[in-house]
């Protein structure tokens, strides 16, 4: 199989991601690649392949040596094309769930490295995987300790942000409702759960947007 016919393949084999085989078989069709490793377009695809696998892991280890391998992927396209998004964006999301299912030392590391990364997609462009570089600097934020960065008023401004340039994801809304509980805005939540579940389903988000709600 030639290149453009693997990450062809890799492509759509994501997009039916409510198949997690499909996805694990994207993770082959990456991998097999002649010279993988040197090819940015094959790296950041197995980086955003091994993010949903990891997501989709039950806790423990499986989940955790899915998103370092996806960070390990996303740095490799990092250092192959530090001008595009994609390898920021997936670098950064695959160390803020490690950082989530880890501890110590390891988790702080991970949410630094994770903040550096999703900082300079959104710099690049914020308007990437419907806002996703705000969505999830938004999402960090939100959930971080205090003294590595976390604060509700700046979750709220990045996901406002994100709101913005993709009003209907329903992974924003969600993000945006949950942070609403937490600074004690209930009727602010309502108000986002409600646009949630009235939103029209978007493509290429199919199985995002059915498990949110």
Request: charged share 30%.
């Amino acid at each position: 199989m030639d290149i453009l016919s693997s990450l062809s393949l890799a492509d759509e084999l994501y997009d039916r991601r409510d198949r997690p085989e499909g996805v694990n078989r994207s993770v082959e069709v990456l991998s097999a690649m002649p010279d993988a490793n040197k090819s940015y377009e094959a790296q950041w695809r197995l980086a955003r392949a091994l993010f949903f696998l990891g997501q989709q892991a039950p806790p423990g280890s499986e989940k955790r040596q899915s998103h370092r391998a996806g960070a390990h992927a996303g740095e490799r396209a990092v250092a192959l094309s530090p001008d595009r998004v994609e390898g920021h964006f997936w670098l950064g999301v695959n160390l803020a769930l490690f950082a989530e299912c880890s501890g110590g030392a390891r988790a702080v590391g991970a949410v630094i490295k994770a903040q550096r990364s999703l900082g300079r997609a959104a710099r690049i462009s914020s308007e990437y995987h419907d806002a996703g570089p705000l969505r999830v600097l938004g999402r960090l934020k939100h959930k971080a300790p205090r003294f590595l960065g976390g604060s509700l008023k700046r979750g709220r401004e990045y996901l406002d942000r994100a709101m913005e340039i993709a009003p209907a994801n329903s992974v924003t809304l969600l993000y945006a409702a949950e942070l609403a509980i937490d600074a004690g805005e209930r009727d602010r939540a309502a108000r986002l759960l409600e646009k949630l579940l009235a939103s029209a389903v978007e493509p290429g988000w199919e199985f995002e947007n059915r498990r949110d709600r």
